[in-house]
């Protein structure tokens, strides 16, 4: 049940949330490079890192829900046990890939 709360919450984030960093982020390399520079100032603030590192959580969550819940559309996936281990696993394989795609870009890209 949470994960599919959170399959809703996180398609929520992920339309207002995310379309409004990706029309800013679009506005601002429209404007020009003294505008483009103000956004990655910001982006790459603090709150910057938040809102995006909770973009990306986001975005894997909600695929790997999608995932699990395509997979229960097939008629699999059904039993209790597995049911629940697999709703574990989209929670925890969304924090792993979330940590692996910032641990690029904040540790291996600088």
């Known amino acids: 049940m949470v994960v599919s709360i959170l399959h809703r919450a996180t398609g929520v984030a992920l339309t207002i949330g995310g379309l409004a960093v990706l029309t800013w982020w679009l506005m601002a390399l429209a404007k020009g490079a003294e505008t483009y520079a103000d956004f990655t100032k910001v982006a790459g603030s603090p709150i ?3 809102v995006l590192i909770g973009l990306t959580w986001s975005f894997f969550q909600h695929l790997l829900s999608g995932i699990r ?4 559309d097939t008629g699999a996936a059904f039993e209790l046990g597995v049911n629940k281990t697999f709703a574990v696993l989209t929670i925890i394989g969304s924090v792993l890939l979330t940590a692996v795609v910032w641990f690029y870009i904040l540790g291996v890209r600088t």
């Not at 819940?69 to 229960?72: A, N």
């Open 69 to 72: 819940h395509l997979v229960m």
């Open 48 to 50: 910057g890192l938040v």
